[in-house]
Nanobody, 122 residues
């Protein structure tokens, strides 16, 4: 069973930076990708759960949402099975609960961490 644990959330000023970390444990052999997703207040008002921020395909490649391109970078430390999200030039609109997610290829579902709140102020 794969488990994901996020860390790194908190308060940050507009224009500032923050790095999130997600450590995965368990059998990763059936995991297709590891990524970051977020739920903003706007998402909730619109009635959908969470949106993709950035993701790494474990066999190679990455994808980013248009609204973070050039500001956020996703990376991975294979030795510790940790995925990082470096967030720069943060905006108030980036305020959200950020979730680490992994697609399990045989269970056909996402596995989620508990989420970490990032609040951008100023």
């Amino acid at each position: 069973q794969v488990q994901l644990e996020e860390s790194g959330g908190g308060l940050v000023q507009v224009g500032g930076s923050r790095r999130l970390a997600c450590t995965a444990s368990g059998d990763m052999s059936r995991i297709y990708n590891l990524g970051w997703y977020r739920r903003t207040a706007e998402n909730e008002r619109a009635g959908y759960d969470r949106e993709l921020v950035a993701a790494l395909i474990l066999s190679g490649g990455s994808t980013y949402a248009d609204f973070v391109k050039g500001r956020f970078t996703i990376s991975r430390d294979k030795a510790t099975n940790t995925v990082f999200l470096q967030m720069n030039a943060l905006k108030a609109d980036d305020t959200a609960v950020y979730f680490c997610g992994a697609w399990h290829t045989t269970e056909h579902r996402y596995i989620w961490g508990q989420g970490t709140q990032v609040t951008v102020i100023g």
